[in-house]
């Protein structure tokens, strides 16, 4: 292991350097425990963006739905829906008993 100039970073006295190796050393250990923890977050995020993406497209869908709706709605309205005129006149015609 190449050694370190610790003159760059101002460690030139044992006691300060032992003093960071011991804080590096509880960061790793710090780290290392909570990997696991840290992982299934961004698991979670990851999932929870996933669910919002869902979200998001189910929206669009609904919106898409809601516009056909809007749009019978208006034929029906309006008395040009074809569907739903053939529907009124064969019961019409089943109530007489022409069919």
């Given at each position: ?88 006149v064969t019961k019409i015609l089943i109530e007489k008993g022409v069919i």
């Amino acid at each position: 292991m190449e050694h370190l100039n610790l003159d760059d970073i101002g460690l030139t006295d044992r006691v300060q350097y032992n003093a960071t190796v011991a804080n590096f050393n509880e960061i790793q250990r710090t780290f290392n425990s909570n990997t696991d923890e840290i992982k299934s977050e961004l698991d979670s995020k990851a999932n929870l963006n996933d669910f919002n993406n869902e979200i998001k497209r189910l929206d669009d869908k609904t919106d898409a739905l809601n516009e056909d709706w809007k749009a019978r709605l208006k034929r029906v309205t309006l008395g040009t829906d074809e569907e739903t005129i053939e529907n009124v006149v064969t019961k019409i015609l089943i109530e007489k008993g022409v069919i």
